[in-house]
């Protein structure tokens, strides 16, 4: 949908390869299903689920074994971030470091993306350098 030819939309780590991997054997799923929602105090929040199948305009980002399914309404909010997962003392997460994040809670699970308008543009310049 806002695909680039030749240009994965997300990165993933070695270690979000290794839990995505796992979580897909685990669960006998076919990938990760990543997305977002309007919710937390910046005003977005990221979702993930395993998914079985994958939907008509979900963008499939294929990586050592992992797979990663982006929900439509995501592609364009999710295009340059790359996913980590990283594991602490309290507690193991997947981070993404995500170029048009603007803002974030406190709490870093919630944030706020640049308009729909910069958004775009930035990807036409990529398409266009690409």
């Known amino acids: 949908m ?3 030819p030749g240009k994965s939309p997300v990165t993933l780590t070695p270690a979000a390869v290794r839990q995505i991997r796992r979580l897909m054997e685990r669960e006998g799923a076919s990938g990760l299903r990543v997305g977002v929602k309007k919710g937390g105090c910046a005003g977005m ?5 395993t998914a079985q199948d994958v939907q ?3 963008e499939v980002v294929e990586q050592d074994g992992a797979r990663v399914i982006i929900a439509p309404m995501a592609q364009m909010f999710l ?3 790359e996913i980590d997962y990283e594991t602490g003392l309290l507690e193991s997460t997947f981070r993404f470091r995500n170029p048009n994040v603007t803002d974030a809670c406190g709490c870093g699970e919630s944030i706020k993306f640049d308009d729909v308008e910069t958004l775009t543009k930035r990807m036409n310049e990529a ?3 690409g």
């Open 2 to 4: 806002f695909a680039i």
């Open 45 to 49: 929040e990221y979702t993930m689920e």
């Open 79 to 81: 295009f340059g971030t």
């Open 127 to 129: 398409k266009a350098s």
């Open 56 to 58: 008509e305009h979900e």
